[in-house]
């Protein structure tokens, strides 16, 4: 991709479609768009752009197709399971808690399907999980279980991945070539990243995932 | 309608003071007719600091032959000059515990000034006419602006962080605080340093660790803390990689003479070190 002259850049490349609303921004250091998701969100692209989002405890699968080049990331974690639900972490994935993981990956990859990617050429990374807060049940290291064994019942392969530890993270994803850049953010973030990541599954809590979700 | 940071820094003059053994401690210093043991009384009138005083004074951090046990002893023996250095930094965490704020844990705020102090330390050892005293509490103070935006102005301060990851971190914290404040915690901490009427020295490190270009008097000085906050975040992100941490100014290394051989020796040695000073100084 030829770089464009100093001070022009090109249009955004072309949406698909039920993401029109995914902020999109010129980013200098990669001389590419990057579309901005937040926990709860998900986006998929056949086009030569990034994708990016900040990872404390939360989890980003980055699935693509690596012969067609279509692919995208979403960005989840699983609620705390209640009291009254002692068997929703339980491993086979049937709790309820387990449903908003299995909603996140299941959507991810159905758009991916839907465009034109197939199953079989399907590779995946997964970021995030850190433990950023002290005192604080792993819950990191639960998203962190709850992605691996979702992956393994799928078969689908893992070819990276940057999880657990103590930072928070940046990732950047490019779908076209499969690059995925990490950055280890400093703790000055943990916060705001932390208090994004509450507010997502607090609402989720509220407001629990309706219906089935299609699979092919 | 906007404040400037000197008008937020007056707002908070009431909330956030100098401890009485520092302030004492520096008169003594300044008035030539008072001797070391006129400092060694004034710090005994105060028994949490000379418990802390004789903790620091053991520790590994001054590897003295024999141990401390007499607070004339750690003044004869530290230097009366360090001992206002000391009592500065180790006075300015209770301090501002007054001033609580929900963006960043104090633990975690401290980790980063511990490391930028003890890198900034071990590299003044390294550049003519650099106290590596002097360069620690500078070191510890640099971002004690961010305390007191992060206190007062929560909300804007909280839209700045958000400014920083929606650039993908490409924005830097200061540039971030200006856009949304008018003014970075670099501004506020240096008019902070001038309402306490801290040494020079240390105002101009606190004020322009960002800009080092801004520096006047001290340059020198100011050019090795930009330094040591950049090494700071290597030893707490675990990395060498230049990428991963803001640019260095190059005025740096030509203001200081150091180049990049000084960068792993420092933040390795830290990265020993914060574990003992971390438990001195909380």
Request: net charge negative; proline share 5%; hydrophobic share 45%.
């Amino acid at each position: 991709m030829a770089h464009p002259p100093e001070g022009s850049r090109p249009e955004p490349p072309d949406v698909l479609p039920g993401f029109e609303h995914v902020r999109r921004s010129w980013n200098a250091t990669h001389a590419a768009y990057a579309a901005r998701i937040l926990p709860g969100e998900y986006y998929v692209t056949k086009s030569e752009e990034g994708i990016y989002t900040t990872l404390g405890s939360c989890i980003s699968a980055c699935i693509r197709d690596r012969v067609s080049g279509i692919g995208g990331m979403n960005h989840f974690m699983l609620p705390a399971s209640g009291k009254d639900e002692p068997a929703a972490w339980t491993a086979s994935g049937l709790g309820a808690a387990t449903r908003y993981g299995n909603y996140a990956m299941e959507h991810l990859i159905n758009v991916i399907l839907r465009n034109g990617g197939l199953r079989k050429s399907l590779e995946v990374k997964i970021f995030g999980g850190g433990r950023v807060l002290e005192n604080m049940t792993d819950v990191g290291n639960r998203n962190i279980a709850f992605v691996r064994e979702y992956l393994k019942t799928e078969s689908l392969s893992v070819v990276a991945e940057d999880v657990g530890d103590i930072y928070p993270r940046m990732v950047v994803y490019f779908p076209a070539t499969g690059i995925a850049r990490v950055k280890r953010l400093r703790s000055l973030h943990n916060n705001v990243i932390v208090s994004q990541e509450k507010a997502y599954i607090d609402a989720i809590v509220e407001k629990p995932v309706a219906g089935e979700i299609e699979l092919f | 309608m906007t404040m400037t940071a000197s008008e937020l820094v007056k707002d908070i003059g009431g909330l956030v003071t100098l401890p009485d053994v520092y302030l004492r401690i520096s008169r003594l210093i300044d008035d030539p007719k008072s001797a070391s043991a006129d400092i060694a009384k004034a710090v005994s009138q105060d028994p949490s600091f000379t418990v802390r005083l004789l903790r620091v004074a053991n520790s590994s951090l001054y590897s003295f032959p024999s141990s401390v046990t007499t607070v004339a002893k750690a003044v004869a023996i530290i230097g009366t000059s360090q001992i206002r250095s000391l009592a500065l930094s180790m006075s300015i965490a209770n301090s501002f515990a007054g001033l609580p704020n929900e963006l960043v844990s104090m633990k975690n705020f401290w980790r980063h000034s511990l490391f930028c102090a003890l890198i900034a330390r071990h590299l003044a050892r390294q550049v003519r006419g650099c106290d590596p005293d002097t360069l620690l509490t500078a070191g510890l103070l640099h971002d004690i602006g961010e305390l007191v935006i992060f206190n007062r102005l929560p909300g804007q301060s909280r839209d700045a962080l958000l400014l920083v990851l929606d650039s993908q971190d490409q924005l830097p914290v200061h540039q971030a605080e200006r856009q949304v404040l008018g003014f970075g915690h670099d501004q506020v901490g240096g008019e902070l340093a001038r309402l306490w009427n801290l040494p020079p020295l240390l105002e101009e490190c606190i004020a322009h660790h960002h800009v080092v270009a801004d520096a006047r008097r001290h340059p020198r000085q100011v050019a090795l803390v930009h330094l040591a906050n950049i090494l700071a975040l290597m030893a707490e992100l675990d990395t060498f990689d230049s990428a991963d941490v803001p640019p260095i100014d190059p005025l740096a290394w030509e203001l200081t003479g150091l180049d990049a051989d000084c960068v792993e020796p420092a933040v390795r040695e830290a990265q020993v070190e914060i574990a003992v000073v971390e438990q001195l100084f909380t």
